[in-house]
T-cell receptor, first 114, second 115 residues
Framework: SQTIHQWPATLVQPVGSPLSLECTVEGTSNPNLYWYRQAAGRGLQLLFYSVGIGQISSEVPQNLSASRPQDRQFILSSKKLLLSDSGFYLC?????????????FGPGTRLLVL | AQSVTQLGSHVSVSEGALVLLRCNYS??????LFWYVQYPNQGLQLLLKYTSAATLVKGINGFEAEFKKSETSFHLTKPSAHMSDAAEYFCAVSDKAGGYNKLIFGAGTRLAVHP
């Protein structure tokens, strides 16, 4: 069966520090991968989408970037964190590109920028 | 572009009472609709999805949702609430933009269940 991992689970970082969040998927190949951010009391905002190694699409301009160095690894990064980067970051995967495809979510990383 | 509106950011019910969480969508094409549940400090888990096979969709944990095209709605129901149903629920619609499919989520409804 497929599983999705995220780490770290919780992170407290000072403003201006770098960030690296990692997501890995097991039990499948060539998944579509997604990064979402969930701010307190709000819904989910899609940040990045990837259909393959090195192929990243950005949904909104921001302080963050994403990379996919391996088929089942998706990394969210920042060179300098802002206070507004605080939130709950969720990684998800789907098996295909059709509109009916279910997205499966990881456990999330809670980021607090101070 | 597709969009989703969830009426009521907070819903409170008694244990054993009917659960009704509302979702209305806007879509220019036949929609694919999803309900997800999120327990505190966890990721999202799929409850059910509508893919045009049947208008009444049954999901996990006793939840079901009915697709009503005339009302552009996909409300989530459960006949009898359990304490364990307390969580946040998100409705989502599939949207195609930039050559790929993505999910557009509503703002969520937090369900409280009291004894």
């Amino acid at each position: 069966s497929q599983t999705i991992h995220q780490w770290p689970a919780t992170l407290v970082q000072p403003v201006g520090s770098p960030l690296s969040l990692e997501c890995t998927v097991e039990g499948t190949s060539n998944p579509n991968l997604y990064w979402y951010r969930q701010a307190a009391g709000r819904g989910l905002q899609l940040l990045f989408y990837s259909v393959g190694i090195g192929q990243i699409s950005s949904e909104v301009p921001q302080n963050l970037s994403a990379s996919r160095p391996q088929d089942r690894q998706f990394i969210l990064s920042s060179k300098k964190l802002l206070l507004s980067d605080s939130g709950f970051y969720l990684c998800a995967w789907s098996p295909g590109t059709g509109p009916q495809e279910t997205q499966y979510f990881g456990p999330g990383t809670r980021l607090l920028v101070l | 572009a597709q969009s989703v509106t969830q009426l009521g950011s907070h819903v409170s019910v008694s244990e054993g009472a009917l659960v009704l969480l509302r979702c209305n969508y806007s879509s220019s094409v036949p929609p694919y609709l999803f309900w997800y549940v999120q327990y505190p400090n966890q990721g999202l888990q799929l409850l059910l999805k509508y893919t045009s096979a049947a208008t009444l969709v049954k999901g996990i944990n006793g939840f079901e949702a009915e697709f009503k095209k005339s009302e552009t709605s996909f409300h989530l129901t459960k006949p009898s609430a359990h304490m364990s149903d307390a969580a946040e629920y998100f409705c989502a619609v599939s949207d195609k933009a930039g050559g790929y499919n993505k999910l557009i989520f509503g703002a969520g409804t937090r369900l409280a269940v009291h004894p």
